[in-house]
């Protein structure tokens, strides 16, 4: 998840994000109850100051039926066993506390094992340098194209260190997250 504006203010959003989530998933909800009891949390105490974008990922590790829910988010990618990059979608939904009541639908997705589906926030994308034709995101695309096969422990760091923003040496102007998923016997890893 990402929640719009920095600071405080967005992280104290995301830490009562991460409650709700959190508390929710050992009560057992489904993926739908959720994401409909954040959204009202949100709604009901934060709105309209800040809203948060959301990729959901719920996964049957005995079926390895996977459905992903998008609320906003920038289109995770899926990293096929060759490595070649893919846009999943379409992936319909709006941000987390926009409105009162939240619609989502899961868009069912095939991992095969060794391919991977990699999540992150929109800054990652945002601030490539865009002095082409090419939209930020396929320059993305490219990007993670280029970069090595990793084992998963390795590749959200070696994707956030090498990121082309940080040759630069401007300061950051927004938050860097990739979290990946891959499958083996799936697991996850994260890096900020």
């Not at 409650?19 to 949390?41: H, R």
């Not at 100051?49 to 049957?60: A, S, V």
């Not at 979608?89 to 989502?104: A, F, R, S």
């Not at 095939?110 to 490539?128: H, K, M, Q």
């Amino acid at each position: 998840g990402d929640v719009t504006g920095h600071g405080v203010p967005a992280a104290l959003v995301m830490a009562m994000s991460k409650a709700v989530v959190t508390s929710q998933g050992f009560s057992g909800a489904t993926a739908v109850k959720i994401l409909e009891t954040l959204n009202q949390v949100i709604f009901q105490t934060i709105r309209p100051q800040l809203l948060m974008t959301l990729g959901l990922l719920f996964i049957d590790t005995v079926s390895n039926e996977i459905q992903l829910f998008n609320c906003g988010h920038p289109y995770p990618k899926k990293v096929d066993a060759s490595g070649k990059v893919l846009e999943i979608t379409p992936l319909p939904g709006i941000p987390i506390g926009l409105w009162n009541k939240l619609k989502v639908n899961p868009t069912p997705v095939v991992l095969n094992p060794n391919e991977r589906i990699i999540f992150f926030t929109d800054g990652l994308a945002e601030s490539l340098d865009q002095d082409s034709s090419i939209s930020a995101y396929d320059l993305l695309d490219e990007y993670f194209q280029s970069r090595p096969s990793l084992p998963i422990e390795r590749s959200c760091g070696d994707i956030l260190e090498n990121h082309p923003f940080f040759k630069r040496g401007l300061p950051q102007p927004d938050d860097f997250t990739v979290v990946i998923v891959e499958r083996k016997s799936i697991r996850v890893h994260m890096g900020e």
